[in-house]
């Protein structure tokens, strides 16, 4: 582990629902209060099965537009995230650091602009020229490539950003992706003319994260066959 720098845990939890996914995210966030625990910041890397989820600004989807949006396939979640609706599917690569703010930087709009710029940079490596906009998220162009949209709890984050990599981005036809008009979604593999899996991308995001948060990862054990048990 390299002096100085904060240590954080990564966890793959794989192809999972949505909703085990916030279960598991309270887990480590709970952790985070309890005295007792000597838990580290840890970093959520996943996948999700095909899954439609609005923030804290949900007014104008009501429950006839959560249903249109269900018998199309896909689940969906009412979060406590910032930011509109937005798809998470297989092929996007969404990562979930459940931080401790103190550890960095306790702000939250530096926070967010650090998981911009580790985007812009992943993307840099591979030959992507991604930009931010006064929209949030990343931009290659007008389309969107990496969604954020997080939850900051007394300095403890969750939440985080979604990394389209070979996602099937007809899902996002049926939304307005996190409530900007005239304004559209892209990948890392549209933009590359082929195919970019998670497993390519995923040690690029890390290194790029590791980098532009200044921490040292650390590959945990997945997220114990025990707790998965109470989380469906």
Known sequence: MSLGKTPVSVVNLGRIAYRSALQIQQHYIKQHFDSSSQIPNTLLLCEHYPVYTIGIRRAQYPAEEEQRLKDLGADFFRANRGGLITFHGPGQLVCYPILNLGCFKKSVRWYVCELERTVIEMCSKFRIKASTSPDTGVWVGNNKICAIGIHCGRYVTSH????????????????????????????????????????????????????????????AQSFSDHTQQTVH
């Open 160 to 219: 985080g950003l979604a990394l389209n990599c070979n996602t099937e981005l007809s899902w996002f036809e049926n939304i307005v992706p996190c409530g900007i008009v005239g304004k559209g979604v892209t990948s890392l593999s549209r933009e590359l003319g082929r195919d970019v899996t998670i497993e390519e991308a995923t040690p690029v995001l890390l290194e790029a994260f590791s980098k532009q948060f200044s921490c040292a990862l650390t590959e």
